[in-house]
């Protein structure tokens, strides 16, 4: 039963390429800051549900400490960073991606891809990760850069809307935000720039959500797990610029292309899965060769919606700036969304990306996030028959990963349905019940 | 007559059974699984082949199985042991809907089919907590054999409630309780009470089907199977050949590819 070996092609095309590029000056331009190369301010943001686009109305530039410790993970040179915080005293179970952080500062802020500038601005923002807010706390305490909190309340509506009143909570909020933005930079608001930035966002959003739609299709012409992540950096860290529009403009086309030739990632697609919970950084490719063996592509991911989810119609409204910021940071978001809603995602997946399986990849190191993804199984397995797979290990952290035993739960996981199959195909050649 | 084998090279011991065309049992072997698996996947095969006076010859087909089972070099296939703990109980028990293995390192819930498939299953985490090693580890810190350990946490009066299921501390926590005098079959009740909670906890999320059956190594032992069957409320299948599952269901496998000659999965 077990397959075949791992077959080398693996998509890298345009998408990875130019990506690598945007990312590449995206870092040099942050080393200049660090540098004092470059006058320009930044902001280090949260990735979930942040309010990227006043930050670049501003002309400053977005830091992403998660991005950041990510790609470091991702050179699996996380530990020494995690380690330097655990001796300062962060506990062995807390968030691997602070203590990272944490570390990197400890580090003088030099990644393997560049330099972190320090924050002229920590700008928090609340939605949902109570540990994530005492992060920037301790930043701020750390390195003295002035922090911010925004404070998102928490959906509660079973539609997954917001209300008016924490609409006008996030603006008022947004408000006082542009007063300290002006003051830091020493500029007023440009509200034409903002709308500018805003119209940007929305055509990128536009355009990631057709992209996401493409999956839809046999085979996926991309793996929306492992693939997404390439295209999440310039989403994220490049959003509302003109770069990023430009970006999903050739990813559209280049991915639009490869359906239309009934391309995929692998040679042949077996198994569509919807995978659920962020990837172990430090051992991708062995991870993705895990289920590339069985010819299993991500169809969905709600990873790829931990900074928005446009797949289901949001979009930035240049109309209405501020509430449309607001709207993003409330409800398009993974995190700050209840446990009803993300099943009600995750469903959406399996029955209209036409899904054989969910796998459940949940993170040792972030209880909050992981924190019922026991019930998340038993919900799809039982009430949905849906067959799910629930493996640990962690995003950033190296010592939570076991190959040999994560390797052995997808094996197992995709030998059952492969035996289930074949026994199925029998059946109905034998003229029974499938 | 042609045979098929299956070899389960598993964290703590390796275990190979030859079955005959029809499926019968016609040698098994086990032996320590060392730091050569590949070595100990040959000898395993050897000595099953000697037990039952065939020669490597006359094996049809052999399937690899346990966490060494990429290392069965002379495999023509491998799998999980998962799939082959499913096979092999239900073989053993056809009316199977659920297996309980506990094995060295790691314990796992089974839900099959009608027809020996899995459709489901539950692990404990990368942590080996109520694993066969707790067993293992407790039976040293009360300086006993562990085959010894079943039969006499059965003579238990007063049976103590052990605060962890950690492989590592449960030593400290049974030093503590012989410091306290408490008596040595107590506290071996509660060692089984402890890995039996656990154990029903991961039945729970699979579903608990009857008829149940439990397998790996551990189902030797007469007080895990008791304290299985106690918190389950239900009885439990235990075969002579428990041990052996593994390896059965892989030479199961082994059996179906070699008479379907052409029906390789993947």
Not at chain 1, 363 to 379: H, I, N, P, T
Request: aromatic share 8%; with cysteine; net charge negative.
């Amino acid at each position: 039963m077990s397959p075949a070996a791992a077959p080398e092609i693996r998509y890298q095309g345009k998408v990875h390429e130019l990506q690598k590029e945007l990312m590449g000056r995206y870092y040099a331009e942050l080393t200049d800051i660090a540098k004092g190369r470059s006058e320009k301010k930044n902001a280090h943001l949260l990735i979930a549900g942040n309010p990227v686009e006043l930050v670049r109305a501003f002309d400053m530039v977005p830091v992403f400490p998660e991005v950041n410790v990510l790609q470091i993970a991702a050179r699996k040179a996380s530990l020494p960073l995690i380690q330097k915080a655990e001796e300062l005293g962060y506990a062995v179970d807390n968030c691997a991606y602070v203590k990272a952080d944490i570390g990197l500062w400890q580090s003088g802020y030099e990644a393997p891809y560049g330099t972190v500038p320090k924050a002229d601005l920590l700008l928090c923002n609340y939605v949902g990760c109570n540990v994530y807010l005492n992060w920037f706390e301790h930043l701020a305490e750390l390195t003295g850069a002035p922090a911010v909190n925004i404070d998102i309340p928490f959906i509660r509506s079973a539609d997954g809307e917001p209300s008016r009143e924490d609409i006008a909570y996030v603006v008022k909020q947004l408000e006082e935000l542009i007063a300290q933005l002006e003051r830091i930079t020493g500029k007023s608001l440009d509200w034409k720039r903002l709308v500018r930035t805003v119209e940007l966002s929305a055509h990128v959003g536009e355009m990631w959500s057709e992209i996401k739609s493409l999956t839809k299709l046999r085979p996926a012409p991309y793996d929306a797990y492992f693939d997404s992540v390439t295209m999440m950096a310039v989403l994220y860290c490049l959003r509302g610029t003109p770069e990023a529009e430009t970006f999903f403009e050739v990813a559209l086309a280049d991915l639009k292309e490869r359906a239309a030739l009934k391309q995929g990632p692998l040679p042949e697609e077996r198994f569509r899965v919807v995978i659920e919970g962020p990837p172990p950084w430090p051992f991708l490719r062995v991870f993705r060769d895990m289920f590339t063996r069985w010819g299993a592509v991500a169809v969905a991911s709600t990873y790829s919606t931990v900074g928005g989810i446009w797949e289901f119609g949001f979009r930035h409204d240049p109309q209405h700036p501020l509430e449309s910021i607001a709207r993003h940071m409330l409800s398009q978001n993974l995190c700050n969304r209840s446990f009803l809603q993300r099943y009600d995602q995750m469903e959406r997946y399996v029955n209209e990306w036409d899904a054989d399986a969910v796998v459940i990849h949940s993170v040792k190191s972030c209880r909050l996030f992981s924190a019922g993804q026991g019930d998340m199984r038993e919900y799809f397995v039982r009430e949905k028959e849906v067959p799910t797979l629930l493996i640990e290990s962690d995003l950033e952290d190296p010592r939570y990963f076991s190959q040999a035993q994560l390797r052995n739960r997808i094996d197992a996981f995709f030998e059952a349905l492969t035996q289930r199959r074949i026994t199925a195909a029998a059946d109905l050649a034998a003229g029974g019940v499938a | 007559m042609r045979y098929a084998v299956g070899v389960d090279v598993g964290s703590t011991q390796t275990k190979a059974v030859l079955v005959d065309e029809k499926g019968q049992i016609v040698a098994r072997s086990l032996i320590d699984t060392g730091a050569y698996l590949v070595r100990a996947a040959e000898r395993s095969l050897e000595a099953c082949l000697a037990e039952a006076g065939v020669s490597r010859n006359d094996v049809g087909y052999a399937v690899g199985t346990g966490y060494g089972r990429f290392k069965v070099a002379f495999g023509d296939d491998q799998v999980t042991e998962i799939s082959c703990h499913a096979k092999g109980a239900w073989h053993l028990f056809p009316k199977t809907r659920t297996v309980i293995d506990i094995g060295g390192q790691d314990t796992k819930a089974i839900k099959v089919s009608d027809r020996g498939e899995v459709l489901d299953f539950a692990m404990n985490d990368k942590c080996a907590a109520g694993s066969g090693r707790f067993l293992t580890n407790s039976a040293e810190a009360l300086g006993m054999d562990v085959a010894e350990i079943g039969a006499k946490s059965l003579e238990a009066k007063n049976p103590v409630r052990l605060s962890t299921v950690c492989t590592i501390f449960v030593e400290t926590d049974i030093l503590s309780y012989l410091a306290s005098g408490k008596k040595t079959e107590d506290i071996l009740s509660g060692v089984h009470g402890a890995i039996g909670s656990r154990t029903v906890a991961l039945v729970r999320r699979v579903g608990a089907e009857p008829e149940i059956t439990f397998t790996g190594g551990v189902a030797r032992n007469i007080g895990m199977v008791r304290s299985v069957q106690e918190k389950l409320g239900l009885p439990v299948n235990v075969s002579p050949d428990s041990h052996y599952t593994g390896a059965l269901g892989g030479a199961i496998f082994a059996l179906e590819r070699m008479t379907a000659g052409s029906q390789v999965l993947a």
